[in-house]
T-cell receptor, first 114, second 117 residues
Framework: DGGITQSPKYLFRKEGQNVTLSCEQN?????MYWYRQDPGQGLRLIYY???????QKGDIAEGYSVSREKKESFPLTVTSAQKNPTAFYLC?????????????FGPGTRLLVL | AQTVTQSQPEMSVQEAETVTLSCTYD???????LFWYKQPPSRQMILVIR??????QNATENRFSVNFQKAAKSFSLKISDSQLGDAAMYFC??????????????FGKGTSLLVTP
């Protein structure tokens, strides 16, 4: 089936530890996005990538890093510099880079700090 | 960045009735897209409906329709014949036509919809 997968569903991070969230899509989409969702807030953009080997910072990129080595994969690393990482993380993709394209979302990863 | 405001944190509707969720946005652009997404308890974001700013006709998708007032910068969602499965968080989102924005979505804070039998 075509879609976006995120793993793991739940992730626990210890203080000072880097963790990586996986996002994979088999939709042949060019653009991919990472959003963070906190309780009582809408989604906020962390990073986005419009093409392989290129990505741009979003509104809240501090403490996060990404890579886009393959079209279908856009992993997000939450570094120890992110002081408040507990949140729900959503990955999205769209077929092209036109503003007319709809973004489709994965099921999300819940990150908790121990 | 454009601001999206959903002024109703919670709404309630009886099964089979109609409910309208409000959304306003702030922009100086003339070309953009607006979206309504649904987030059920599973937390999967599901596209409900979308509207192109340059189209005057309001979008409809089965029981879901929008009232798009471009001059007023208003984009409300109407759900007709509400069903128990409609219970969810509903997010309004704006997408700029400006390439420098990366075409990312700007979201409101959401409206929690409760559907009662």
């Amino acid at each position: 089936d075509g879609g976006i997968t995120q793993s793991p569903k739940y992730l626990f991070r210890k203080e000072g530890q880097n963790v990586t969230l996986s996002c994979e899509q088999n939709l042949n989409h060019d653009a991919m996005y990472w959003y963070r969702q906190d309780p009582g807030q809408g989604l906020r953009l962390i990073y986005y990538s419009q093409i392989v080997n290129d990505f741009q910072k979003g509104d809240i990129a501090e403490g996060y890093s990404v890579s886009r080595e393959k079209k279908e994969s856009f992993p997000l690393t939450v570094t120890s510099a992110q002081k408040n990482p507990t949140a729900f993380y959503l990955c999205a993709s769209s077929i092209g880079t036109s503003y007319q394209e709809t973004q489709y979302f994965g099921p999300g990863t819940r990150l908790l700090v121990l | 960045a454009q601001t999206v405001t959903q002024s109703q944190p919670e709404m309630s509707v009886q099964e089979a009735e109609t409910v309208t969720l409000s959304c306003t946005y702030d922009t100086s652009e003339s070309d953009y897209y607006l979206f309504w997404y649904k987030q059920p308890p599973s937390r999967q974001m599901i596209l409900v409906i979308r509207q192109e700013a340059y189209k005057q006709q309001n979008a409809t998708e089965n029981r879901f329709s929008v009232n798009f007032q471009k001059a007023a910068k208003s984009f409300s969602l109407k759900i007709s014949d509400s069903q128990l499965g409609d219970a969810a968080m509903y997010f309004c989102a704006y997408r700029s036509a400006d390439q420098d924005s990366g075409y990312a979505l700007n979201f409101g804070k959401g409206t929690s919809l409760l559907v009662t039998p």
